[in-house]
């Protein structure tokens, strides 16, 4: 979720708004097991928890475990305490304790603001990051240094949701190829490394005519594709005294995607239209479309707002006796109302850019 959101920075450029929402909480008490016992269960006065974040202690105090981010609690210093995390309830259940024992906990509580929020809006007035990228492959690394991200595509269909991008890169390098240790030590929270993937089902999505209240349409949605473009031009970067680019132009962004919903209705067809019975003289009626991005364990989400967009094309083609399919294709424009062409409005774990 945390990668998403870092790729969508790197590609949208533009004005970036980060809060850190999460508060520290040291040596609460989670209680002492009584004579003969071992196990323990306590609840959180502060929720929701930070995955990742709790520290098990005694009162000396020295540490006994700690929790992956995942929800379970694993042993630390070989003291054979474990147990379990529920992040939302802030419900810990112990075992492995050593009866009259005190023990308390470390962690990070959460306010109604989420995680780490990040606000990124694209705009022509900010130039976008370059950054260097390093792929693994089997023999060796391969550095691409000045690269700008020119291209993101959105899959939702089935399964995981994927993110592609295309980059536009200055020069390449060889390098030996990284251990894991090294690539673990260049994520967010490397001593974690736990990152929440988004499952198909996970994703919600919702449109109205442009300036009316979003309403949900994901129970007609069956898959949709988001792609963004930059129009980079690396080639006249070229110029004399160099084999590569020495600047990165980019060009007209541009925001679309496409669709393939049930055909319950005439609804989408009209909009394409602008009428009710066909092809209206005052043009395609004007949508707003808002998607979001849950992960897996419902912990951080990404919110993509489009504020207006229009459809380009609706196809119902019927083939033979299967199901039609309505397969609509829409772009986004520019909103002077609000001065974008969209918003992503991301809520994560974790932030790449302060490395928390």
Not at 68 to 74: L, N, P
Not at 99 to 117: C, I, K, L, Q
Not at 143 to 172: C, H, N, P, R, Y
Request: charged fraction near 20%; hydrophobic fraction near 40%; proline fraction near 3%.
């Amino acid at each position: 979720m945390s990668t998403m959101q870092h790729v969508l920075e790197m590609c949208l450029g533009g004005t970036v708004t980060y809060t850190d929402n999460t508060t520290g909480v040291l040596a609460e008490e989670l209680g002492t097991p009584a004579a003969g016992i071992t196990v323990l269960t306590s609840t959180l006065s502060k929720i929701p928890a930070v995955p990742g974040d709790l520290v098990v202690q005694t009162d000396a105090p020295a540490d006994v475990a700690e929790d992956d981010g995942f929800g379970a609690i694993t042993e630390l210093n070989s003291s054979g305490v474990t147990g379990t995390i529920n992040y939302t309830t802030g419900v810990v259940i112990l075992a492995g304790l050593t009866p009259e024992e005190t023990y308390e906990a470390d962690y990070s509580e959460v306010d109604t603001s989420g995680f780490h929020n990040t606000v990124i809006v694209p705009s022509v007035a900010d130039e976008q990051k370059d950054v260097t990228l390093s792929v693994g492959k089997d023999q060796f690394m391969h550095t691409f240094d000045g690269s700008v991200f020119d291209a993101l595509t959105i899959s939702i269909e089935k399964e995981f949701v994927m993110v592609s991008t295309d980059v536009i890169s200055q020069i390449d390098s060889k390098e030996t190829i990284a251990t894991q240790a090294v690539v673990l030590a260049k994520m967010p929270r490397p001593e974690k490394g736990n990152e929440y993937y988004v499952p198909f089902h996970k994703v919600t999505a919702k449109m109205i005519d442009y300036g009316g209240t979003l309403a949900a349409f994901e129970t007609t949605l069956e898959s949709m594709t988001i792609s963004i473009a930059n129009g980079g031009d690396g080639e006249s970067g070229v110029t004399l005294g160099s084999r590569n680019p020495r600047r990165q132009f980019l060009g007209e962004m541009e925001v679309s995607g496409d669709m393939s919903l049930v055909f319950d209705g005439t609804d989408e067809l009209e909009d394409f239209w602008g009428g009710a019975t066909g092809p209206d003289n005052a043009g395609t009626t004007e949508k707003a479309l808002e998607v979001t991005f849950t992960a897996n364990t419902d912990i951080g989400s990404i919110v993509l707002l489009f504020p207006k967009v229009i459809f380009q094309q609706v196809a119902i083609q019927g083939s033979g006796r299967e199901r039609i399919i309505q397969e609509l294709k829409w772009v986004a424009l520019y909103d002077d109302s609000v001065t974008q062409i969209m918003q992503a409005t991301c809520n994560c774990l974790y932030n790449w850019e302060t490395n928390t």
